[in-house]
Each structure stands twice: as C-alpha cells, then as structure tokens.
C-alpha cells in the first residue's frame, strides 16, 4: 500500500466521522504535555448523542484536562477532538461554534459576585449572543425554576448555600442551551448536605437526554444514571464499561485499587 492511499484512506475515515450525526464528541488518538509532562496519552472515546459518561480516576490522572480539552479550555498537541462535527484547532470560529454547544460546570461555581443571580444567568446571551434583555430574563427564569431556586434571582451569590450557587452555575449553562453538558467535580466543594441537591439536578438533565460528561466521585450518582463508566489513571483511559459491570467486575488492577479506597 502505497503511503499516499494510506492517507486517503484516512481522510475518509474523518469525513465519515464529521457527518456522522449521531456522534457528540469524537476524541481520535489524543495526545497533550504541559511543557515536558505528557499529561494525556493517546485517548480515543467516542461519545454518542444522549450518553452519561461517568469520569473516574485518581486525583492528577488527567480527568479535568479531558474534559476541559473538549471545549478548548486547554489546547491538545496531537490527534483530534471533534465536537458536533466540527474539529478544534486553533481557529478561533470553530473554538466559538464548539463553546456554543457546550456547557460546563466547575467545581468552584466561578459566579460573578458583583452581579446578581439574574445578572449572572443573563449576560452571556445578552452580550455573546445579543438576545433582548426581556427574552434573557424570561429564560434564566424558566432555567431557575428549572433548578427550583426562582425565588434567589436578585440576590448576589454570597448570599446562596453552596448547593444553590452550583445549581445557578447549572442554570447559567442551561441558558446557553447547549446539546452537551461537561461536569467536574460539581459536588466535591459542597457541604455533604447539599449534594443531593445538585446531583438531584443533573438526574433530570439526563433524564430529559442531555448528553452529559462527568468528572465525578459520587459513584451512587454513576451506578444510578451513567450508561458508561470511564476509568483514566496517568494520562490513559485504561478501563471502561457499564456502570454494573464496572462496579462488580473491575478488569484492571488499577481500577480495583481504587474502587476499593472508594467505596
Ligand atoms: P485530575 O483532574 O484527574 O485530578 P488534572 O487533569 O487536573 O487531573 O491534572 C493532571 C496532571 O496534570 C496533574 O499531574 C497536574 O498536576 C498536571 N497539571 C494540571 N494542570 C496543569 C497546568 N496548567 N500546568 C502544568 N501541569 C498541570
Ligand atoms: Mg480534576
């Protein structure tokens, strides 16, 4: 085979993928380094419209790096990432049309404080996208509601609980209408009393079939709503499968190990 059709074939192949409708987020031989640390090594994952994927793994296993490089966060140096068809690279409109679709929620709400509730699910339709104020308004409502805190719209996030703050910072995505929705950690700041809440939250998204990533140690949360548990340790997914069979039947060492400091 001559190395020319080797790469026509290849071509192809990433065409099939990019009109390929029914996947959300195509990850192809991914590499990325900070400076000289190789920080994620050859990821592959395939996710499809409507999945839950769960994100496990040890804390510096890459978890938040994947999941940030999916909407141009942080840069990749190798493969591909295809989000909704089109691929990141450095142009600037593809990283903009990528983010469109896109949520994310961190594990520290990152809210602005100076604003108010409303002000805070308003201003990047109205600025980014130049929706009307009125029409914002209305939606971060509906999303409010969505999240049952109709009532903290003209409060400033100082004067939420933890768990309300991160189900504003839920809300404040949602108004972006987004087709996919990324999580990490949305629960590891919270008081364990308020975890329920958000977790509560994130069970109607799926349950309504958001596609969802989610960095996440609360594995009550996975068994319940995932279809597919990944397991990352140094850089590489090293074991995924149902969250059933994930649970009971752990393959790799590794995951053992952590399952059993876990659980
Ligand atoms: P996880 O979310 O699984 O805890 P991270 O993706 O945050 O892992 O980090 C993976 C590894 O990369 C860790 O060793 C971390 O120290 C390192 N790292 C994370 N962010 C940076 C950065 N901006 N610069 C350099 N190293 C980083
Ligand atoms: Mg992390």
């Known amino acids: ?3 020319s059709s080797a790469e026509e074939r290849t071509i192809n192949a990433s065409q099939m993928k990019v009109s390929d409708t029914d996947v959300a987020i195509d990850v192809v031989g991914m590499h990325k380094w900070y400076g000289d640390f190789h920080v994620l090594r050859d990821i592959d994952l395939k996710v499809m419209r409507g999945e839950r994927i769960v994100v496990a793994g040890p804390s510096g296993s890459g978890k938040s790096t994947l999941i940030r490089c999916m909407n141009r966060l942080e840069e990749h140096q190798q493969g591909q990432i295809i989000v909704n068809g089109t691929e990141l690279t450095a142009d600037l409109k ?3 049309e990528v983010r469109r679709e896109v949520g994310m929620v961190f594990q520290h709400f990152n809210l602005f404080p100076h604003l108010t509730i409303l002000q805070n699910l308003t201003l990047a339709p109205i600025w ?4 009307p104020q009125a029409e914002a308004e ?3 409502m509906h999303y409010l509601e969505r999240v049952k805190i109709p009532e903290q719209a003209n409060k400033f996030p ?4 933890g768990g309300q703050q991160q189900r504003v910072a839920i809300a404040r995505s949602l ?13 590891s700041a919270l008081d364990p009393e308020m975890v329920k809440e958000v977790l509560e939250v994130m069970i109607s998204l799926a349950e309504e079939g958001m596609t969802m990533i989610c960095v996440t140690h609360e594995m009550g949360f996975a068994r319940q709503v995932a279809n597919r548990v990944i397991f990352m340790d140094q850089g590489q997914i090293i074991e995924q499968n149902d969250p059933e069979n994930f649970f009971s039947n752990p393959q790799h060492e590794r995951t053992q190990l952590f399952l059993s400091q876990i659980l």
Not at 128 to 131: A, D, K, P, Q, S
Not at 158 to 161: M, N
């Open 1 to 3: 085979i001559s190395s």
């Open 94 to 96: 593809r990283i903009d």
């Open 128 to 131: 980014v996208r130049g929706t």
């Open 138 to 140: 209305a939606t971060a």
């Open 158 to 161: 100082g004067q939420l609980s």
């Open 175 to 187: 108004c972006m209408q987004p087709k996919i929705m990324l999580f990490d950690e949305p629960t």
